[in-house]
């Protein structure tokens, strides 16, 4: 069974940077697109990113668009959110999820289709 492990999240002030990111042990990612997703208190769970199973494709929601980069290792199993600039704004839980999901970039495809989630790791972003 495919299990997802995410780190890399902390409190770190604004215009400052993270790196996330997404350990996969059991089955290899190879087969599966890659999302993250956040959740802020009182706000509903959003797409922010996605990487295809081949790696060709991503998209970014439009809010961190510029900011921040998706990118994924098949040899390390592992799939790493980079962000910059960061935004008290951008201050939520990160999962990641996997799946196998049509990922281009233009659509992150449907929240449901993503079948493995990690535990999420927080992300703070305050002066």
């Known amino acids: 069974q495919l299990q997802l492990v995410e780190s890399g999240g902390d409190l770190v002030q604004p215009g400052g940077s993270l790196r996330l990111s997404c350990a996969a042990s059991?089955?290899?990612?190879?087969?599966?697109?890659i999302g993250w997703f956040r959740q802020a208190p009182g706000k509903q769970r959003e797409a922010v990113s996605c990487i295809s199973s081949s790696g060709a494709s991503s998209y970014y929601e439009e809010a961190v668009k510029g900011r921040f980069t998706i990118s994924r290792d098949i040899a390390k199993n592992t799939v790493y959110l980079q962000m910059d600039s960061l935004k008290p704004e951008d201050t939520a839980v990160y999962y990641c999820?996997?799946?196998?999901?049509?990922?281009?970039?233009?659509?992150?495809?449907?929240?449901?289709?993503?079948?493995?989630w990690g535990q999420g790791t927080q992300v703070t972003v305050s002066s």
């Open positions: 999820a996997a799946g196998p999901v049509y990922c281009d970039w233009s659509d992150p495809g449907e929240e449901y289709e993503y079948e493995y």
């Open positions: 059991g089955p290899t990612l190879d087969n599966n697109a």
